[in-house]
């Protein structure tokens, strides 16, 4: 069988997604929790049968790694979201109000309106601006330290990335569910990304401007490491 790279097939009850990376130094498998499928890298197109063959002994593996993907947390009435890293109860104010946030004695809360994916996206849409303002003023912050130039910013739900910076048009695009995270994750997000604009690479160079912007950014690298995949389950 003639494989190609990007192709989806069925693969010992999975679903297996074929990439090739010239990069890569040997044949691997990587959990993509977010998509729910295994992703089999091989470093050109005439490998992915190898690659292929390799995943079909690991096929236990690749299931159990699966099943241990967080499960998506609704966004519904009852629920309970982190804002922060705090964890932020929603609840509906029935009618057709647009979600706004406030605390009550038990902590922080979303009230809102709207009902099923009504309700969800005006929940979501609430985060969205709360993402807006906070990666706002944190990459401004950035930008006035190194002294760097205004750039274009935008929020947006990527798959599984946390930000991108071009710094040839001077844009930054954030995931606005970093929101979720706690306040010093989500500088350290906004440090990541203004710091392509001087250096486009991960090179030590790199890194070292993040450090002068945020200190050991290797505690925040963990934390998205380790929980990102749950609040990229959010909703789904």
Same mark, same amino acid.
């Given at each position: 069988?003639?494989? *190609?790279?990007?192709?989806?097939?069925?693969?010992?009850?999975?679903? $297996?997604?074929?990439?090739?990376?010239?990069?890569?130094?040997?044949?691997?498998?990587?959990?993509?929790?977010?998509?729910?499928?295994? =992703?089999?890298?091989?470093?050109?197109? +005439?490998?992915?049968?190898?690659?292929?063959?390799?995943?079909?002994?690991?096929?236990?593996?690749?299931?159990?790694?699966?099943?241990?993907?967080?499960?998506?947390?609704? /966004?519904?009435?009852?629920?309970?979201?982190? &804002?922060? !890293?705090?964890?932020? +109860?929603?609840? %509906?104010?029935?009618?057709?109000?647009? $979600? *706004? &946030?406030?605390?009550?004695?038990? !902590?922080?809360?979303?009230?809102?309106?709207?009902?099923?994916?009504?309700?969800?996206?005006?929940?979501?849409?609430?985060?969205?601006? =709360? $993402?807006?303002?906070?990666?706002?003023?944190?990459?401004? /912050?950035?930008? *006035?330290?190194?002294?760097?130039?205004? =750039?274009?910013? %935008?929020?947006?739900?990527?798959? %599984?990335?946390? !930000? %991108?910076?071009?710094?040839?048009?001077?844009?930054?695009?954030?995931?606005?569910?970093? =929101?979720?995270?706690?306040? @010093?994750?989500?500088?350290?997000? $906004? @440090?990541?990304?203004?710091?392509?604009?001087?250096?486009?690479?991960?090179?030590?160079?790199?890194?070292?401007?993040?450090?002068?912007?945020?200190?050991?950014?290797?505690?925040?690298?963990?934390?998205?490491?380790?929980?990102?995949?749950?609040?990229?389950?959010? !909703?789904?």
């Amino acid at each position: 069988m003639q494989y *190609r790279n990007g192709q989806r097939l069925p693969l010992e009850g999975l679903t $297996a997604r074929l990439s090739v990376n010239p990069r890569a130094r040997r044949l691997s498998i990587r959990i993509d929790a977010r998509a729910g499928e295994a =992703v089999l890298i091989a470093p050109s197109e +005439r490998k992915l049968a190898e690659v292929v063959a390799f995943a079909r002994t690991k096929a236990d593996w690749m299931r159990e790694r699966l099943a241990e993907r967080p499960q998506g947390t609704p /966004i519904a009435p009852g629920a309970v979201i982190d &804002l922060f !890293g705090r964890p932020t +109860r929603l609840i %509906s104010t029935g009618g057709a109000g647009a $979600a *706004r &946030l406030t605390e009550d004695a038990d !902590g922080p809360l979303i009230a809102s309106g709207g009902e099923g994916e009504a309700y969800a996206r005006r929940v979501e849409n609430l985060f969205k601006r =709360v $993402a807006r303002d906070t990666l706002q003023t944190r990459t401004d /912050i950035h930008l *006035r330290t190194l002294g760097q130039r205004p =750039v274009k910013m %935008s929020i947006a739900d990527p798959k %599984s990335r946390w !930000g %991108s910076c071009s710094p040839h048009n001077r844009s930054i695009r954030y995931s606005w569910r970093v =929101v979720m995270a706690p306040p @010093a994750v989500i500088d350290y997000l $906004a @440090a990541h990304e203004v710091a392509h604009l001087v250096h486009a690479d991960h090179s030590p160079a790199y890194w070292a401007v993040v450090q002068r912007l945020v200190g050991d950014h290797r505690p925040f690298r963990k934390w998205l490491r380790e929980n990102g995949p749950a609040l990229h389950a959010v !909703g789904r």
